[in-house]
């Protein structure tokens, strides 16, 4: 990924010529610097999280997908009932959360 940076007239950033300074976790959890002078370009490192975050993300669309389908399913056939005092709680909820933030 090449992410080029501009100022509010669109052009370059000017380059300084400093080495760039990462944080790279240890095993222990902590931050420390690494100091790379590669000029050829930058490199970002992501930690297991990410791994793990992005796994999290894709159990919960494959779940939801699956609930979407079976609701899809019960409704085509009839058996969906639909729980209207769930429902106006849910709106009701959300219309005041979203008057809050």
């Known amino acids: 990924m090449r992410v080029n940076d501009r100022n509010a007239t669109g052009a370059p950033a000017p380059q300084t010529g400093r080495t ?3 944080q790279k ?3 222990g959890g902590t ?3 690494a100091v790379s002078g590669d000029s050829g370009g930058d490199r970002v490192e992501l930690s297991s999280t990410l791994g793990r975050l992005s796994q999290a993300i894709s159990s ?3 779940q ?3 609930r979407v389908q079976a609701l899809t399913a019960d409704y085509q056939t009839g058996r969906f009932q639909a729980d209207s005092r769930a429902t106006s709680r849910g709106v009701v909820s959300e219309a005041l959360a979203a008057e809050r933030g």
């Open 60 to 62: 919960f669309s494959a």
């Open 31 to 33: 931050n420390t610097s």
């Open 64 to 66: 939801r997908a699956s």
């Open 20 to 22: 760039q300074e990462t």
């Open 25 to 27: 976790p240890d095993r």
